[in-house]
Structures are given as C-alpha cells and as structure tokens.
C-alpha cells in the first residue's frame, strides 16, 4: 500500500511526496481511512510509529473538503483543536500540520504557555482554523475571552496517556465543556490503560479501536544494553563513551533537574559540549538547546522525563540512561526516543548498585533480561553497597525487587518504591508554583506559527543523528514517521 491508495486530496499527497514517504506506516494504513470515515477513533500506537500524521493527514483532508467557516468579523474560525501534553511536542504537531497542508488554503497557529499571551492573541485576532494548543494556555484565553472554540468540528487529544500522567485530566474536561458536543473526536495514546479507556467512554461515541503495539513493549530496532559502573565513577565513564565510541549526538537522561545541571558543567569541563533541558530552563534556552542538538553543533542533550516527552529528532542514534527512572514506564518513553520508524538506535542504561531495584522493574514492564556488562576501571568498586536514592522528599531503597510501598511505621523493606515526586525530582501534578503544567512544557521544534505560545512561566521539571544507511522511516516535521528513500537525510 502507497499514500496513493489511502484517497488523500492531491495537494496533501504532493506535500507528503515532496518530503520523500511513499508507503504508510501501520497506525497511518489504519488511522486514515478511519478518520476520513467520520467516525471518532481511539488509536493506540507507541512514540516513532507515525501517529502524528495519521490524524493531520486525514483532518486536513476533511477540511479543505469541508466549507470555510467564518466568526462574525468574517475571519476564519477554528475548526480543528489539538489538544498536547507539552509545549514542545505541541510545536511539533503544528509543523506537521503545516508541513502537509502547505498547498492548502488552510491556516494554523500553536499555543503554549512559558512566553507572552500578546503575540498569540494578535494571531487569534486574524483567524485560525487549525488550533494546537496545551490545556492551561489554551484555557487561560479561553478565560481572558480571546479565544472562540463553538465552532469546533474535530478534536484530538493526543498523548493522552501522558496528560493523564501529568495531571491534566480536570483541564481536559473543562475544555470538553467548551467545544461543542457534535464533533469528530479522536483520541491517540500509547497505553490502553483502565483511565484512558475511562477517558475515551466520556469523550468517545462508539469509537473506532486501533491497536498497532503491544503496551509497554519497546521497539525491535533499539539495541538495550546495561553497564554495570560505580556510583562515583558515571560521569567519568559517560565521558569516556562519548569520547573513545566518537559519539557526536547523544541524547542523556537524569532523574532530576539540578542533576542535569551538574553533569553538563562536568561534560563541558572535559571539552564535551552539553546543555540541559527541563521546566526551569527559560523557553529561549530550552529552544536554543534543541536547535543545536538537531544540528549537531551540540553533542550532547541532557534531559528529564517530562520535557523529552516528544521529542523527534530525526535518526537520533545514542539515549543514554545516566540515572534509571524509579517510574518503569518512563524507561519506554525514554528510549523510544531513538530507534525511531524503523531506523536503528542504541539505548544505554548505566546501573550502579543503588539502581538494581529500578532495573528489575524495568525489566518485569518490558518483558525481556537487559545484558549486562561493565567497562574496565569503571566497574562497581568492591565492597560497594547500595545506598537510598532520593526522589523528591523521600528516600527510596532502590536495590529490592517489585514495586512496593512502605508498610507502617517501621522501615522497611527493599522495594524500589514509587513515591510521588517532589520538587527536586520532576513533579506531574497539575499545579507547581502557581503556574499552569503545560508550562513545563520542552522546546519547540522548528518555528511555530502565529508567533508562538505564551504564559506563566514553568515550575516544575521535565525533560527534552546520522545512522545506518538503509531504508527507513522518518518522522515528518510533527513525527508522523513515514517510509522513505535511503538516500536523504533531514532534521526532524
């Protein structure tokens, strides 16, 4: 099966040509035919499968088939809201839709917060069709009376397992009390879970059910190793990585967000260029961050969860794990950051002895034995015993098996507990210093439209390639992957 076959109008087949697919990936071979037949759709598919253009094909289709709707003043109303997690990955969904529709006259605009209101108002002002926005901002206009969503016709709520995850789901229902009931709704998540089946009852009308991956499975094409190191001795084995493999794009992981302020200024120390990103990082060097590292000018992006969450970056080859997550689906979000459409990628976990207990979650969640090996003079000094990890507030033992919590008063016991997180960690909830959570939101990926969000500032943390010469999937702007030709490269 082509693009040719799925009976997209021509100007979006010329768009998706002209970017070098040819062949759908499966959630698109599904995706599309479904939203084209009207019906609502809940789509499960992991990050990297395509899933951002198998919802902005078929709503760009719709509507350039659809009349013109016009508010009062005669300017174009919204017909499409896009409904994300983060700033970042709202940012992406934009370009995508703006990357497809370039031959149509259709128009588009992102909203986020972390910037100023007043360029996105001005936007508002000479009419949009097309709507990708975060909750807290898009509400935030809705309050200030800048913004008019009665005569939304489509609404996707993508990532919808992570808007649970962070606390949105009162801000997703306030928002459904908004658009009009009489609507096409479609709803992408990567878990089927008993909340977002909950979720999809409320917002759904007899829906059409896609599954394309199995849940908490990782992709075939990432390469999972562990090394086995000491704790005092990571950075200086992340630098000799780095260093002696020649790696130049290198995408590191930590649990918290002053973490990653220590390990750059370690990295950069040893004439390795490193920047972070998380929510207290500013929206301009959030964006200078990932605009580097996509270039390759910066070699190294260190990150924390929930600001990586979305990030595409095209055949990024090397996620390094330098702290493993006491969440063990976050382990999947973060590795699913490489090996992305089919191109190869390699995830590396290094595991001192504090982290035995997060790994064997891990590996119970993903169904598979990680090997394991260590790297001569960086191994586990003898004699080394495991120690409490600090997550949030609490301490957490990380060397037992299981995920179990604390029972009465006295201690207790060696599960790698999971503790709601703190500030020092990357906290989920809703509210963090009275600012909105989609203001934790990570940089955006190419240029928005419309000027680009704006908002309270962020508060709490989150986090934000050549490759192997053989066919592969890439990810087209908004990380709709999509087969393509060997022989180009592009940024994501």
């Known amino acids: 099966m082509t693009f ?7 100007p979006l087949l010329r768009a998706v040509h002209e970017q070098g697919y040819d062949t759908p990936t499966p959630i698109q071979q599904q995706a599309i035919p479904a939203v084209l037949a009207g019906g609502d759709l809940l789509a499960g598919a992991q990050t990297g499968t395509g899933k951002t253009a198998g919802f902005t094909l078929p709503l760009l289709h719709r509507l350039n088939a659809g009349e013109p709707v016009k508010d009062a003043k005669g300017r174009p109303a919204i ?50 069709d097309i709507l990708v926005a975060t909750p807290g901002r898009l509400l935030d206009h809705h309050q200030q009376g800048t913004l008019d969503l009665s005569r939304v016709q489509y609404f996707v709520l993508d990532e919808a397992d992570r808007m649970l995850d962070m606390g949105f789901v009162h801000d997703i229902k306030k928002v459904l009390a908004i658009i009009p009931k009489n609507k096409q709704s479609l ?15 409320k917002l759904l009308n007899k829906p059409q059910v896609i599954e394309v991956a199995r849940r908490n499975t990782t992709a075939e094409t990432i390469e999972q190793r562990v090394i086995n190191v000491g704790r005092e001795k990571k950075k200086d084995l992340l630098a000799h990585l780095i260093k002696s493999q020649n790696w130049h794009q290198v995408l590191v992981f930590t649990r918290m967000k002053h973490g990653a302020n220590r390990l750059c200024e370690f990295l950069n120390k040893n004439d390795i260029s490193a920047m972070a990103i998380h929510g207290n990082k500013s929206q301009g060097a959030r964006t200078k961050a990932l605009a580097e590292f996509k270039t390759g000018e910066l070699a190294v992006l260190v990150a924390t969860d929930i600001a990586a969450r979305g990030i595409d970056i095209d055949q990024l080859p090397h996620v390094i794990n330098f702290e ?33 207990g997060f790994l064997g979650d891990i590996e119970k969640l993903i169904k598979r034995t990680l090997p394991r090996e260590t790297v001569a003079g960086f191994g586990p000094d003898a004699g080394e015993r495991a120690e409490p990890i600090q997550v949030g507030r609490r301490m957490m033992n990380g060397t037992g098996g299981g995920n179990k919590r604390p029972s009465g008063g006295g ?67 908004g990380g709709g992957a999509l087969t393509r030709p060997p022989a180009r490269s592009r940024q994501g």
């Open 411 to 477: 201690g207790g016991g060696g599960g790698a507990q999971r503790p709601p997180r703190g500030p020092n960690s990357e906290g989920r909830g809703p509210r963090d210093g009275g600012g909105r959570s989609d203001s934790r939101g990570a940089a955006p990926q190419g240029r928005p439209a419309g000027g680009g969000g704006g908002g309270r500032p962020a508060a709490a943390g989150q986090g934000q390639r050549p490759a192997a010469p053989k066919p592969r999937a890439a990810t087209g702007g």
């Open 324 to 356: 493993l997550p006491n969440v063990p689906e976050d382990y999947v979000h973060r590795i699913g950051r490489t090996g992305r459409a089919g191109a190869q990628g390699e995830a590396l976990s290094l595991v001192c002895l504090d982290e035995e």
């Open 79 to 128: 017909r499409a809201l896009i409904l994300t997690p983060t700033r970042e990955l709202a940012a992406q969904v934009e370009e995508s839709v703006r990357t497809y529709g370039k031959y149509l006259s259709l128009t588009s605009m992102v909203m986020f917060g972390g910037v100023g209101m007043g360029p996105q108002v001005d936007r508002l002002r000479r009419g949009v």
């Open 4 to 10: 040719d076959d799925l009976g997209l109008a021509q």
């Open 187 to 201: 709803l992408f998540s990567a878990t089927f879970s008993d909340e977002i089946k909950a979720l999809a009852d």
